[in-house]
């Protein structure tokens, strides 16, 4: 993986406060160029052999892969679960303002 290359890095939570609240401190310490709070998304998921339905807040967070490590560390220490979510996939593309904004927020 570049170092400099846009990601994606996808995480949820059980509120709407919890997901601001890290939202907020990603883009304040220029983990994220934008975190955008999606409410109200249904996961279902096994958890400790229980069917589990809920809902929760998913966060879209735009960063590059040079910051994912500090991103991670970041994540688990303020994330509310015991297996906090993170996924992440890698921008292909996109419009080349909006990737140079994303770098420029991400150093």
């Known amino acids: 993986m570049n170092p400099f290359e846009p990601i ?3 995480s949820t939570v059980d ?11 990603l883009v304040e310490a220029h983990l994220a160029a934008c975190v955008n709070v999606v ?12 069917l589990c339905e809920e809902t929760e807040v ?17 994540l688990e220490e303020l994330h509310p679960y015991e297996v906090p979510e993170l996924i992440v996939v890698p921008i292909v593309d996109g419009l080349p ?8 927020n991400t150093k």
């Open 39 to 50: 409410s109200k998304v249904i996961s279902v998921y096994e958890w400790k052999e229980e």
């Open 58 to 74: 998913l966060l879209v967070i735009k960063t590059q892969s040079n910051r994912l490590e500090e991103l991670k560390a970041t």
């Open 8 to 10: 994606i890095a996808f």
């Open 15 to 25: 509120s709407e406060k919890e997901a601001l609240k890290i939202a907020k401190a």
């Open 97 to 104: 303002d909006y990737l140079s904004w994303l770098a420029a």
